[in-house]
C-alpha cells in the first residue's frame, strides 16, 4: 500500500502543477470563488461586475446559450429552467416557450456568451441555432458592453473563435 501511494504521489503534483499553471486567474465574488485562465477569466469578471452593478440583487438576468455562473456569483436569478443551452436542446417549440418565460420574468440585462460549440455542428448561438431567440433580443435588447479577455483588434463577432461575452439592455419602449 505505500508503495502504490508512493507511486501515486509524482503523477498528482504534476497534475496540480500543470492545472496551476494554466488556471491562473482567480475569480473572486461574494458568492465564491475559482481559478480559470485569463482567456475565459477576465471576461467573467468583467460581466459579474457590471451585472452587479446594473441590476439589484433578486433580479433576472438572462445568460446565453452558457454562462450561469455570472448568475450565482452575482447573486442574480436566472429566468429559464435551462442552465445550458447546446445546439438542438431547444426544440422551435421550447425556444418559444423560453422567449415566453424570459418575457415575463421582465429580464433587464442579457448576457450571451460566444462559446463556439463545433462538436454540435452548429456552432455559435443566435447564428447556426436558436436564431428566433437572437431575433428577440435584437428587437427588444440593445448592446451596450463586450467584455473580453483583450480590448485589442476589431469588435468580436459572434461565430468568431475568441471567447467573450456581450451585455444587451432591454430597450426603453
Do not use: C
Amino acid at each position: 500500500l505505500m508503495l502504490l501511494i508512493a507511486m501515486w504521489i509524482p503523477p498528482l503534483a504534476m497534475q496540480h502543477a500543470e492545472m496551476a499553471r494554466f488556471n491562473d486567474f482567480e475569480i473572486t465574488a461574494p458568492r465564491g470563488q475559482l481559478w480559470t485562465d485569463a482567456e475565459l477569466g477576465r471576461p467573467l469578471v468583467d460581466a459579474i461586475r457590471f451585472t452587479t452593478s446594473h441590476t439589484q440583487p433578486g433580479d433576472y438576468v438572462l445568460s446565453l446559450p452558457q454562462g450561469s455562473i455570472v448568475n450565482f456569483l452575482a447573486d442574480r436569478r436566472n429566468p429559464l429552467r435551462e442552465d445550458i443551452i447546446v445546439p438542438g436542446f431547444l426544440t422551435p417549440e421550447r425556444e418559444a416557450d423560453a422567449i415566453r418565460r424570459a418575457e415575463a420574468k421582465g429580464v433587464k440585462l442579457i448576457l450571451l456568451s460566444n462559446h463556439p460549440t463545433p462538436e454540435y455542428r452548429d456552432a455559435a448561438f443566435g447564428i447556426h441555432y436558436n436564431t428566433a431567440f437572437m431575433k428577440w433580443i435584437d428587437q427588444h435588447y440593445h448592446p451596450v458592453a463586450t467584455f473580453r479577455a483583450s480590448q485589442e483588434g476589431p469588435e468580436p463577432q459572434f461565430g468568431d473563435w475568441t471567447f467573450f461575452i456581450r451585455a444587451y439592455e432591454r430597450n426603453v419602449d
